[in-house]
T-cell receptor, first 115, second 111 residues
Framework: GAVVSQHPSWVICKSGTSVKIECRSLDFQATTMFWYRQFPKQSLMLMATSNEGSKATYEQGVEKDKFLINHASLTLSTLTVTSAHPEDSSFYIC???????????FGSGTRLTVV | GQSLEQPSEVTAVEGAIVQINCTYQTSGFYGLSWYQQHDGGAPTFLSYNALDGLEETGRFSSFLSRSDSYGYLLLQELQMKDSASYFCASDLTDSWGKFQFGAGTQVVVTP
């Protein structure tokens, strides 16, 4: 089945620094990937749609200058949290799909803690 | 906009059957998906209903009624490993892709 690899699985960073999270589709190509954020005991909230070769589309309320998304190839999308603050601490998850019948495969998630 | 409502928690014993309902209000609707998430883990795809009716996959089944804006996930022969959060999710566009998720239902399976 489809595998989506996400790295790192967890990261602790100091307030004010930037963190890059990678999302790779290992055995298929994904022109579109999605980035979600999940706070403890809450649901997944869509942050942005990552489009290969073009600008990402951000959901309302998500700062595009703070959450930089790059989708430079058909198998890799990156999310960079710039100037991270403690309130950015969350579980970040990416997803990609081989097609409708397969559903969406989620990466293993990245737990970000900003101290 | 879209909203999806599902119960916050369900508790049942091993071997029992649990039904998790999901009602939705949408300006457009393209299908209902179900995902399972264990604590600390990523969501895993369970099923997708684009058309009315029942989809069966092993112990899990999912149902959709477009006319009632309603769907459910049925978990049969519950096992301890089924203790997890279950999310219904609706497509937000007609190009299979981005979802809005319900708040999730915590299923607790007891011995």
């Amino acid at each position: 089945g489809a595998v989506v690899s996400q790295h790192p699985s967890w990261v602790i960073c100091k307030s004010g620094t930037s963190v890059k999270i990678e999302c790779r589709s290992l055995d298929f190509q994904a022109t579109t990937m999605f980035w979600y954020r999940q706070f403890p005991k809450q649901s997944l909230m869509l942050m942005a749609t990552s489009n290969e070769g073009s600008k990402a589309t951000y959901e309302q309320g998500v700062e595009k200058d703070k959450f930089l998304i790059n989708h430079a190839s058909l198998t890799l999308s990156t999310l960079t949290v710039t100037s991270a603050h403690p309130e950015d601490s969350s579980f970040y998850i990416c997803s990609a799909s081989q097609g409708q019948l397969y559903g969406y495969t989620f990466g293993s998630g990245t737990r970000l803690t900003v101290v | 906009g879209q909203s999806l409502e599902q119960p916050s928690e369900v508790t049942a014993v091993e071997g029992a059957i649990v039904q998790i309902n999901c009602t939705y209000q949408t300006s457009g609707f393209y299908g209902l998906s179900w995902y399972q998430q264990h604590d600390g883990g990523a969501p895993t795809f369970l099923s997708y209903n684009a058309l009315d009716g029942l989809e069966e996959t092993g112990r899990f089944s999912s149902f959709l009624s477009r006319s009632d804006s309603y769907g459910y996930l049925l978990l049969q022969e519950l096992q301890m490993k089924d203790s997890a959060s279950y999310f219904c999710a609706s497509d937000l566009t007609d190009s299979w892709g981005k979802f809005q998720f319900g708040a999730g239902t915590q299923v607790v399976v007891t011995p």
